[in-house]
């Protein structure tokens, strides 16, 4: 019997970084448009243009979104026990969900686990595209398990909101 190596993956949303020229993120965004309303696949200046603002220079000050994250993803990290971890990011950051299932699976993993900080329903982003990407993800790495940990117990959410508020009250 094979061992099991087990992997999570956070995945946020992804900001834009400061500095970051917003033109670039425009046109980006009507290139991502005009692709999904034509149903074909990404042309080149596309995948050029989201390679570039994924691979903008950033600090905690230029994009605390990510540095956020990453604080979230060290805490997680500390609870999960003996797993490979890492994050990913939607969009606007890297690594891309893709590239993050690729790392883990070249250091061994089997069985990955995919969560997120998109907690509630209606997100494109939780609701279709992550699923989307699983989905492509597991049809061409078939021997590994990809599990995506979503929808959220919204009641799990609702405690941890109630549970901020009286932090605060």
């Not at 009507?30 to 999904?36: I, K, V």
């Not at 209606?122 to 995506?148: A, F, M, N, T």
């Not at 929808?151 to 909101?161: E, G, I, N, Q, R």
Request: glycine share 6%; charged share 25%.
């Amino acid at each position: 019997m094979a061992t099991v190596v087990r992997g999570v993956i956070l995945v946020g949303h992804g900001g834009i970084p400061k500095g970051c020229p917003q033109e670039l993120v425009t046109k980006l965004k009507r290139l991502e448009a005009q692709r999904r309303t034509a149903k074909m696949p990404p042309s080149p200046e596309e995948l050029e243009l989201d390679t570039k603002i994924r691979q903008w220079p950033r600090t905690p000050e230029t994009d605390p979104y990510q540095s956020g994250l990453e604080a979230v993803a060290v805490q997680l990290r500390a609870n999960l026990g003996e797993v490979l971890f890492a994050v990913a990011y939607n969009e606007f950051c890297a690594p891309t969900l893709e590239d993050s299932v690729k790392e883990l699976i070249k250091k061994g993993a089997t069985h990955i686990t995919v969560t997120t900080t998109m907690f509630t329903p209606g997100g494109s982003h939780s609701e279709i595209e992550i699923p989307e990407i699983l989905d492509h993800l597991q049809k061409r790495h078939p021997d590994v398990v990809l599990c995506y940990a979503w929808p959220f117990d919204l009641s799990m959410v609702a405690k941890l909101l109630q549970e901020q508020v009286a932090r605060f009250s």
